[in-house]
Structure formats: structure tokens, C-alpha cells
């Protein structure tokens, strides 16, 4: 009965006159009011950065991109919480709560006794803080994060969002993603009906992805039974090699009508009741190279709008079930790398940022 109610609850959104389940208005729902996630910079690093299992990080990754702090002092995880509260609060006059947002780097990389400290630390700090959102990577779960998780869920909304951009293996050795797939199934498989969320994040117009291959990825969305996606194009920042490559004439880009259709596309192929949390990506202007279509944020989801009702269809009416439901797909066996397995089970505390003053 339980699961019946939260099906039709995700599904709430087609009786509100929406194209897709967009994530405001899912939270909105689930908590009465306008929930803000505020983004902490916690100063981890990742395994395809500190050679666990690469080195150089993903070829389009600065995280400036996600945090503005990042590449200077970082203040403490309860003063950045602190201030993006008070930021928020004066920007909106009613705000029903807050999510805390671990967001740059690989925010399960770390030992997991210091990881339920920081988030501990997060969920207290204000009563107002509703829940944890914790981006990570698919080859960065081991079991004793995800008992973390688990335990945090009982009592408030976790979300867990892997990095899974696409499930093409050219796609992710293009990135220098340093993992496969096969790493996404198991994640996956491994956190279902634990009480949190899982999201997806997805990157449209990877160099050599056809419009075919990107709507095999959509399809495994279901296939794999993810509550929630994130939606990106790809785009180039300066002082990475992405930006490098572009600066050099060699990458050729998703154009914004192209991507509009995409996107609709895939969320024709989505299931209905999967939250959609972003339907595009940005950078700050004064370091974004290319695209710079992307941001015109507000433009981009008109034009989705417009593109589902001209179609006259919405999220899911293409949508295809698995043969298998997600639900009914075993829990496999923990294939962590045994190099990321050590940092996060074994290794001494990080000298990152002291969360407490």
C-alpha cells in the first residue's frame, strides 16, 4: 500500500498541467512549501584524481563550475550552510526548508566515520534542514556508505547522486571517467530500497554519442529504476582540457534547438514518475567558454515547453517497462575497487576542512 501511495504521488504532477515531474514542484509537494538546497564545498578530492584509480579527473571537470569557493580557502561546512541559509532566505521570502548539498568533488570519498560526522553535522545545524543531497560516483559506494545513507534516510530525505552521464564505454574513457557501467548497474542495485533517492546525472552531446546512443542511455533510466535525473549539456570551461580542446577547433557542439529536441526526447522515453531535478547545465559566464546558449537557462526551458506541446506529449508517453521491473532485480555483491574500498574503509581521517569551528 505504502509503495502504491509514493507511485501516485510522483505522478501528481500530470494533474497540475506539467510537461515533465519537474523537481520544484515535486519538492513542494512532498514538504507543503519551496525547499532550497543550499551547495557545501567539503574539499574531497576524487579517485581519478588522486590516482586511486586515474589521474587528471574528467576532461570537462573545474569544479568551479559547481562551487564558487572552490580554489580558495574554504570556509567550514557549518559557516558555508550557515551563510547559503541566510543568502537564500533574503533572496525568497518563503522558504519551507533547506537541503544540504555536497556537490564538487566525489562527496562519498572519504572515511566513513568522518562522512557521518560532516553529514551529522549538516542535518543539525539548523532545524530548517530537511535532508542531504550527496553527488558522488558510481565506483564510490561500498556498502559501508551506503549503511550510512541508510541510517541518515530514517529520519530525513537523502538523495544520492551518481555521476553516470552516459552508458556508452567511448563516452566515459572520453571523459577520463576511470569506471564503466557495469560500476552504475551494481551502485544502483546495491542502494535500491534503502530508503533514499537515486539520481542519475547525464550529460547530452558527448563528441561521437548519436542521437541513437543517447536515448539508450534514457532507456536504462527505467531499465535501471532511478527515482530522479539531471539533465546537462555539455559545455567547456577554461583551464580544463575540454576548454583546451575546444580553444583548438576540435570540438564540435550540440546546438540549442538540437538539444531542446534531445531533451524532450529522452524524457518522452523516461518513466512518468521519475523526478526530473535539472534539465540543462551552466557555468559562470566569465570563465565558460562554449556553449554559450547555455545561459539562457530561462529560454531553454521555454523552449522544452514549447517543444511537448507542440508535440502534444509529455515525460514518459514513450516510455518503454523493462522486461524485468527494478524492483524484482537482485542485490549484487559490493564490486567497489578495492583501491577506493581502502580510502574509504581503512584510511585515516583527511586533512580537508574542519567542519566545526
Keep these: ?213 543517447m536515448m539508450q542511455t534514457a532507456q536504462e533510466v527505467g531499465r535501471l529504476g532511478l527515482d530522479a535525473i539531471k539533465l546537462h549539456n555539455l559545455y567547456a570551461v577554461e583551464g580544463t582540457p575540454l576548454g583546451d580542446q575546444v580553444i583548438a577547433g576540435e570540438i564540435e557542439w550540440m546546438g540549442k534547438d538540437e538539444y531542446i529536441h534531445t531533451v524532450v526526447d529522452f524524457l518522452e522515453r523516461i518513466p512518468p514518475e521519475t523526478i526530473v531535478e535539472r534539465i540543462s547545465g551552466e557555468a559562470p559566464p566569465s570563465y565558460l567558454i562554449e556553449p554559450r546558449w547555455c545561459l539562457e537557462k530561462s529560454s531553454i526551458r521555454l523552449g522544452i515547453e514549447q517543444e511537448f506541446a507542440a508535440r502534444g506529449t509529455r515525460q514518459g508517453d514513450r516510455f518503454v517497462p523493462p522486461e524485468v521491473a527494478p524492483a524484482d532485480r537482485p542485490r549484487p555483491s559490493d564490486t567497489t575497487p578495492e583501491s577506493i574500498r581502502h580510502q574509504i574503509d581503512q584510511r585515516r581521517r583527511l586533512p580537508v576542512l574542519k567542519m566545526e569551528g
Excluded at 550552510?81 to 521570502?93: C, F, K, M, N, P
Excluded at 522558504?95 to 549538516?122: H, K, M, R, S, W
Design 1 to 213: 500500500m505504502a509503495s502504491e501511495q509514493r507511485f501516485d504521488q510522483r505522478l501528481a504532477w500530470r494533474s497540475e498541467n506539467l510537461r515533465f515531474n519537474a523537481f520544484g514542484a515535486a519538492l513542494k509537494r512532498k514538504f507543503g512549501g519551496r525547499i532550497q538546497r543550499v551547495s557545501i564545498d567539503a574539499g574531497f578530492t576524487c579517485p581519478n584524481v588522486d590516482g586511486a584509480v586515474a589521474r587528471g579527473g574528467c576532461n570537462f571537470c573545474d569544479n568551479r563550475s559547481f562551487s564558487p569557493s572552490r580554489r580558495v580557502r574554504l570556509k567550514q561546512v557549518n559557516e558555508q550552510l550557515t551563510r547559503g541559509i541566510a543568502s537564500v532566505t533574503e533572496r525568497y521570502s518563503k522558504v519551507a526548508g533547506f537541503i544540504a548539498y555536497f556537490q564538487p568533488a566525489t562527496n562519498t570519498y572519504a572515511p566513513v566515520d568522518q562522512l557521518e560526522e560532516l553529514f551529522e553535522l549538516a542535518l543539525s545545524l539548523d532545524d530548517r534542514v530537511v535532508g542531504l543531497a550527496v553527488g558522488t560516483r558510481p565506483d564510490c559506494v561500498p556498502d559501508s556508505v551506503l549503511d550510512l545513507l541508510e541510517h541518515f534516510a530514517k529520519t530525513a530525505n537523502v538523495s544520492l547522486e551518481f555521476g553516470m552521464q552516459t552508458i556508452h564505454q567511448a563516452g566515459l574513457d572520453w571523459m577520463n571517467r576511470a569506471h564503466d557501467h557495469a560500476s552504475m548497474v551494481n551502485a544502483i542495485d546495491r542502494s535500491r530500497g534503502r530508503g533514499f533517492e537515486c539520481c542519475g546525472h547525464v550529460i547530452l552531446g558527448i563528441p561521437g554519442e548519436t542521437h541513437t546512443m
